[in-house]
């Protein structure tokens, strides 16, 4: 079992930054690729940003240049550095994390979500 425990977000004005942080915890062998999703109020989740076990980051155009994923694989720990903010990234923001476990198994998990409003 692993859990992800998401902090950061909030309230920002428009061209504003948040950082997003996501934390690994429990019986992990490996944690491979992980990412961050968001899902606004009558939408569909939609993915934001990816980065591999190696490092490999892949954003979405609608992001791109304004966020930045990262993560500290000593802290087993994930970040999304939002900046430039606009109104319509207004969602709830999800990490997943697709890993190893200690048993040698593959699977995913996410996190409880975090609300980020961005006002105009």
């Known amino acids: ?11 920002v004005q428009a061209g504003g930054s948040l950082r997003l ?5 429990g019986s992990i062998f490996s944690l491979n ?26 954003y ?11 993560r500290d694989s ?6 999304l550095q939002m900046n430039s903010l606009k109104p319509e990234d207004t969602a709830v923001y999800y990490c997943k994390a697709d890993f190893t476990s ?3 198994t ?3 998990s996410w ?4 609300q980020v409003t961005v006002s105009s």
């Open 102 to 104: 200690a048993w040698g």
């Open 111 to 114: 996190g409880q979500g975090t």
């Open 74 to 79: 000593a802290k087993n720990t994930l970040y």
């Open 21 to 25: 942080s996501c934390a690994a915890s």
């Open 33 to 58: 690729s992980m990412g961050w999703y968001r899902q606004a109020p009558g939408k569909q989740r939609e993915w934001v940003a990816v980065i591999s076990r190696g490092g490999t980051t892949k």
């Open 106 to 108: 593959m699977s995913d």
């Open 1 to 11: 079992q692993v859990q992800l425990v998401q902090s950061g977000g909030g309230l």
């Open 60 to 70: 979405a155009d609608s992001v791109k240049g304004r966020f930045t994923i990262s």
